[in-house]
């Protein structure tokens, strides 16, 4: 009796033996998996990270380096505008070419007035040279619009010794003032031709899709 007993405890411990085996196993795997699966959720975190911060920095660097591009670009452009405003004056210097460039500053300005009289604004120093230039300007403008033009100097609002030459015309009794002095000229040239400049100096820009 004392085996059976005996016999029958010892299956039973067996059991519950193997049962919490069963169970240890059973947990054991199940936290093996959680923690398996923290670490993989804490890896692709981290992951996605450092791959975020790579992109950061690449675009970072990549920015830096297109700003550096456009500042040197911009500076040459800033110092090339800057040696033309220096030689304005040079084109004074010929009287000759001089006398033709003035009286084609003034015809451009009789064709977008059209009126009977108007007056040009000048340097001192060049009014002798610009009575000439107004002489042939009247001439030419009554051959191509077959009228009469008069234009005078006003003398008593000359254009500053300083400037580089050209000169402006003035109409509408004082009110319209079209600035063809060099400055202005260039400054115009400046704006306008300034997306032409940059084709010619640094090639077309794909990434652009309008031109004016």
Known sequence: ?????RQEALEKAKEIQLKADEEFSI???KLVRQE??????????????????QQITRSTASNKTRLKILSARQELLDNLFEQARGKLGGYADDKTKYQTICKNLILEGLYALAEEKVVVRAREKDYDLVKKAIGDAEKEYKENVKKEVKVEIDEKN?????????????????????????EERLKLLETDAL???????????ENRKFYD
Do not use: C, H, W
Request: without cysteine.
């Open 195 to 205: 997306p032409a400049v940059r084709q010619i100096l640094f090639g077309k820009n």
């Open 158 to 182: 000359p254009q500053p010794e300083g400037s580089a030459g050209g000169l402006s015309i003035v109409g509408g009794n004082g009110k319209i003032d079209i600035n063809n002095t060099f």
């Open 1 to 5: 009796m004392t085996a059976f007993i």
């Open 27 to 29: 947990e054991k795997s």
């Open 36 to 53: 398996t699966s923290s670490i993989d959720k804490t890896y692709e975190k981290k992951f996605k990270q450092a791959s975020m911060s």
